[in-house]
């Protein structure tokens, strides 16, 4: 059949448009440093441009013309904004098989957009089908937005962390951290942007609409636009679960789903962990101990650790440990394994380490190992039971005899730390029993973090109060304050024989604990060690052990065997060289990682001289 004149040249405009298409996304790909590959980029040269040119005649509209405009934004946030920002952060390649996948993803949205954009016009209800096309943009670009935002605020593209932080993120810790991070102006900004985008969104789709509702739809045309709805669909089915951003979610949803077996082989584990309870500290002295885990502390803003920090900010123990006869001892070059707290405490709870091969949910928790120690267990948070599954803490906290939380809730409390001082008066003080307390430290906004009285360190005019050094100083001075309350409280009531104080990880006061942006005070943290006279008696070597570790490097995944090590229970699940407690501890500084190996802790430019490990 010959093509008219007219035809002709309705086709030569097509598939330049086409070609066009196709040739600035490779041109853009090769500019930035991603060049996608002949051999990826040349399998799809001939389908991409057939489908384009097809979908042109099909719904009478050009690809760059004002009609497709909206359509066309969402295609190209997809095809575009992963391999730019990986570019921009890492300035090297990105894997060319998962560009190709993203440009396919992006160029398949497009055609599917327009070709239902096209049918919904000749049904009729224009305004109505224009709304929800300009509403079905906005959501498209979702995913691309959240990534140029993150990329704005921290100048890093999204990575397996942090897009878990987002996972795992409730409902109210996402309005704190939109207030911390973006203000109520820009926030304010950024939803008027929004709100003209699908205006002008609207109006596009009105001219579309306008273009195709005078013509006749052809079958040819009709049968075109169905073949290319169920290709593109296919091509978004195939493709999808590909690209860059899939398989950073493959990522988070797979550990999601690991994490979920924990519970599942709890008791199999729990049985398999053998332990001689007739010479654990509970048989030996009688008592109570306490495990409270911090939050967000950071030794370069406590006055304990930094006395060149201007604010005194840590005044109870830093008397405490004046004292030499009190039990109490401190430990000055402690880092946490992560900057993040469920990566941390799913190794400081349990035998996974940095340092040995064992997965989560294959692991014994330090709550099994004081159960079979001969210890009533008891786990009271002021932190919600956050996020769209249990998190890794939660499954550990819900093998404990007795849990609680102060809101009993998904969400991050607004409550004090101290509402779980009465948490405690619930405790048989003539039984063994093993308290673990979770509280919300110094979780960002800071001024949150404590009451009123203790706003000792004001602000100046030119800080914010949520997030300024003396906001931080204040909630760490009032973690002092709690902290010394449980002590007081447990040695008076519970028959105190142990207690030990570490943060999860530590806080960067301009941008916080983002693992894409680390800095080494995210990972410096607080940890001390209480003994009574009643444990120094019954355990001496291991009272001299801890002693003798004062200024040597620990990281808090090792915590495991620590707390096996206290209690003096040493079990088949328990590794003495990970163990601050015994002389066996077999690690020095050029030996030790944080970041789950990504940092050695001889990187850290402010750490203190190496020491060697005891004999």
């Known amino acids: 059949m010959s093509l008219t004149s007219a035809q002709q040249d309705a086709f030569i405009r097509r598939l330049a448009a086409a070609a066009s298409y196709f040739c600035c996304l490779i041109a853009f790909y090769i500019d930035i440093g991603q060049d996608m590959g002949a051999k990826y980029f040349m399998p799809i040269l001939i389908p991409v441009l057939a489908a384009l040119v097809l979908m042109q005649y099909a719904t009478r509209v050009s690809i760059f013309s004002r009609a497709a405009l909206p359509n066309l934004l969402a295609s190209l946030g ?47 209800h224009v305004k109505i089908s224009s709304l929800f096309m300009a509403l079905l943009n906005f959501a498209c670009l979702a995913v691309p937005f959240i990534q140029w935002v993150y990329y704005c605020l921290f ?8 897009l878990m932080a987002l996972y795992l993120t409730n409902y109210n810790e996402s309005i704190n951290f939109i207030q911390s991070n973006l203000g109520l102006v820009p ?25 195709t509702e005078d013509q006749d739809a052809s079958a040819l045309r009709l049968s075109t636009l169905g073949v290319l709805t169920l290709l593109t669909l296919w091509a978004q089915s195939f493709y999808l679960p590909q690209t860059s951003f899939a398989e950073l979610w493959d990522d988070v949803t797979s550990y999601v789903a690991q994490t979920q077996e924990y519970s599942l082989g709890h008791d199999e584990r ?15 002295a009688p008592g109570t101990v306490i495990l409270i885990i911090g939050e967000s502390a950071s030794r370069n803003y406590m006055k304990l650790y930094t006395p060149n920090f201007p604010l005194d900010d840590t005044p109870w123990i830093n008397e405490k440990l004046m004292d030499a006869q009190s039990g109490f001892i401190n430990y000055t070059n402690v880092y946490s394994c992560w900057s993040q707290t469920v990566p941390v405490l799913q190794r400081a709870l349990t035998e996974q380490s940095q340092y040995n091969d064992k997965e989560f949910f294959e692991s014994a928790s330090i709550l099994d190992v004081a159960k079979k120690a001969g210890y009533e267990t008891w786990w009271f948070s002021n932190q919600g039971r956050y996020g769209q599954y249990d998190s890794a803490i939660t499954l550990v906290a819900k093998t404990a005899d007795h849990a609680s939380w102060t809101d009993d809730s998904y969400t991050f409390t607004d409550k004090y730390d101290e509402d779980l001082l009465p948490y405690l008066t619930q405790i048989d003080p003539t039984k063994n029993n093993f308290i673990v307390l979770h509280i919300m430290g110094s979780h960002i906004y800071y001024h949150n973090r404590y009451p009123d009285t203790f706003d000792k360190f004001e602000t100046t005019e030119d800080d914010s109060r949520a997030t300024s050094t003396p906001s931080y100083a204040n909630s760490i001075l009032y973690t002092d304050y709690v902290v010394s309350k449980v002590f007081d409280y447990a040695q008076k009531h519970l028959n ?71 209690l003096n229970a040493p079990s088949n699940r328990y590794d003495p060289k990970q163990d601050f407690a015994s002389y066996s501890y077999g690690f020095q500084q050029q030996d030790l990682t944080t970041m789950l190996g990504q940092h050695r802790l001889t990187e850290d430019p402010f750490a203190e001289p190496a020491t060697g490990i005891s004999q």
């Open 78 to 124: 997809w095809s575009m904004t992963f391999p730019l920002l990986y570019a921009w952060t890492y300035n090297t390649v990105w894997y060319q098989s998962k560009i190709c996948f993203d440009f396919v993803v992006g160029t398949a949205g497009f055609i599917l957009l327009m070709s239902l954009e096209s049918v919904l016009a000749r049904l009729g």
């Open 496 to 566: 105190l024989q142990a207690m030990v104080y570490f943060s999860d990880h530590g806080e960067n006061l301009e941008i916080s604990h983002n693992p894409d942006v680390f800095s080494f005070d995210m990972v410096r943290i607080p940890f001390w060690v209480y003994l009574s006279p009643a444990y120094q008696e019954a355990l001496p070597r291991h009272t001299a052990a801890l002693y003798e570790h004062q200024q040597h490097y620990f990281t808090n995944d090792m915590l495991y065997d620590t707390i096996s090590g206290l």
């Open 155 to 162: 100048w890093h593209c999204l990575t397996p962390a942090s």
């Open 270 to 284: 729990f049985d398999s962990l053998v332990i001689d309870k007739g010479s654990t500290l509970a048989t030996k």
């Open 187 to 211: 926030s304010l900004l950024i939803f008027t942007g929004f709100s003209l985008f699908i205006y002008l969104a609207y109006r596009a789709h009105l001219h579309f609409a306008r273009l």
